[in-house]
């Protein structure tokens, strides 16, 4: 599997939004999305607001390619669907620290619903 460089990792996961856009089932780019990211350990994470009625993670679970950019990076990304306790109570903890400021926000994120919906950031090559 590849890893991101931490450079590009840091730059990502210190942003506070990310621009997301899966392929379509044409292969082209969908317009961006505006989204949160967050990090565990050397995997950036990032789940949808609407759960799975989420029009770009639809497409994302779908076509599982796709661009992001945040924090002056960019990125052709695969995305991977993260069914594993273990982990999304990691995202759920690093989401509720990095946006718990925004607590009408961060509690949606972090709800069953969101949670069916985390996918795992991997860099192309």
Same mark, same amino acid.
């Given at each position: 599997?590849?890893?991101w460089?931490?450079?590009?990792?840091?730059?990502?996961? *210190?942003?506070?939004?990310?621009?997301? /856009? =899966?392929?379509?089932?044409? %292969?082209?780019?969908?317009?961006p999305?505006?989204?949160?990211? @967050?990090?565990? %350990? *050397?995997?950036?994470? +990032?789940?949808?607001?609407?759960g799975?009625? &989420?029009?770009?993670?639809? #497409?994302?679970?779908?076509?599982?390619? $796709?661009?992001?950019? #945040? &924090?002056g990076?960019?990125a052709? +990304?695969?995305? /991977?669907? @993260?069914?594993?306790? #273990? +982990?999304?109570?990691?995202? *759920? /903890?690093?989401?509720?620290?990095?946006? $718990?400021?925004?607590? &009408?926000y961060?509690?949606?994120? @972090?709800?069953?619903?969101?949670? /069916?919906?985390?996918?795992?950031?991997? =860099?192309?090559?």
């Amino acid at each position: 599997m590849t890893t991101w460089r931490p450079a590009t990792l840091h730059q990502i996961a *210190d942003a506070d939004e990310l621009h997301i /856009a =899966p392929r379509n089932a044409s %292969g082209l780019l969908r317009r961006p999305t505006t989204i949160w990211v @967050v990090a565990d %350990g *050397d995997d950036l994470y +990032v789940r949808s607001w609407r759960g799975t009625e &989420g029009t770009w993670w639809n #497409a994302a679970r779908t076509t599982r390619t $796709g661009h992001i950019s #945040a &924090g002056g990076a960019e990125a052709d +990304v695969l995305f /991977a669907p @993260v069914d594993d306790p #273990a +982990v999304n109570d990691r995202v *759920d /903890a690093a989401y509720r620290t990095k946006y $718990g400021r925004y607590s &009408g926000y961060v509690e949606p994120m @972090v709800s069953e619903a969101a949670r /069916a919906t985390t996918l795992r950031l991997t =860099p192309q090559t």
